[in-house]
């Protein structure tokens, strides 16, 4: 049975964030709503909430966008945009619970918290684009605006790496597929001048972008380490150079690519060495290339783990090359 908005029987209870009720990791817009007006503000559900309004306004009507923003004080975009924009630059102390204060993330959300009226506008509008909400069809975390924001975007972040890649050294080695190292320090240069340039040239925006215009080509980042990987930088770029078919995270070949690199080596690895590798595998996935002396700086004791387990820092930097070389290659 389907109520007026769009919403199922089965969907009628929504657990509270108190009491150690664990919230539902994949909420239909009533239960995300009621979820964020109870306090729970964590960044999946501020991320997936920006996400359902941006869903929304790319599919309403001038009118139906004009009648919320009467509402709600603000339009429907531009709440979206603030969300991911505080998400984004990490301006958000961090959420533990309902019980702290939050100031900050409720200010974020306050014109839909404090508001009843914007809150039922929204899902009378929603209710008009999902009649049925069938789980494994409404699972995307990050979708996006316009199909025309989404083109413009993706077109701008092409002229400009196009333009720039001889200039920026990440942008050169993606371009010319070089077999070097492409480390934290050069994806962050390169993340501070695609924002320094325009601000739609950061990540998450940029994957939204791309998902719009080529769903079938496109993997949503379906996780808080998926979202902020650095990497995903890597990836943006190589899809727009056309080096790689499809826009997929780093992420999601790690595994693979780490049994590949095992396999590889002349002699087995034993168990300790798998485990204390397998944590390097998780930086180089999120950061780039780890080197000897960024291992040593950061991790101390990682980096004695790998000397006992490899034997000397000779053969530690040897390890990290090779292994930053088949989780970053291109395929």
Known sequence: MVDAVGVTEHEKFIPKPQGGIIPPTNPTLEQLLEQITHGYLSDDYLQLLASRLSRINAKSKEKQRNDFTN?????????AVSIFGALETDTLPPFNNVN???????????????NPE???QLLILNAGFVKILIPSEDEVIYTGFSKEEAASTTQAFEEYVKAHRD?????????NNQNKPITYSML???????????????????WNSYSIVNVEKVSQLRTET????????IQLVRYAFQIIPELKSLSSFAAKRFELWCGQNQRPLTEQQKEVVKQIVEYI???GTYTNNELRDENITLFAQMVRSFGSP???DEVLGSLSWVILRVA
């Open 71 to 79: 509402i709600a004080g603000i339009t429907m975009y531009d709440l």
């Open 314 to 316: 000779e053969v530690v």
């Open 167 to 175: 200039e920026i050294e990440a942008l050169r080695i993606i371009y």
């Open 188 to 206: 962050s240069d390169l993340k501070e001048k695609l924002l320094a340039v325009d601000r739609r040239f950061n990540m998450l925006r940029l």
């Open 226 to 233: 998926e979202r902020e990987a650095l990497t995903n930088l």
């Open 285 to 287: 996935v999120a950061n």
């Open 118 to 120: 914007a809150r039922k």
């Open 100 to 114: 702290e204060p939050n100031t900050e993330r409720k200010a974020s959300v306050a014109l839909l918290a404090n």
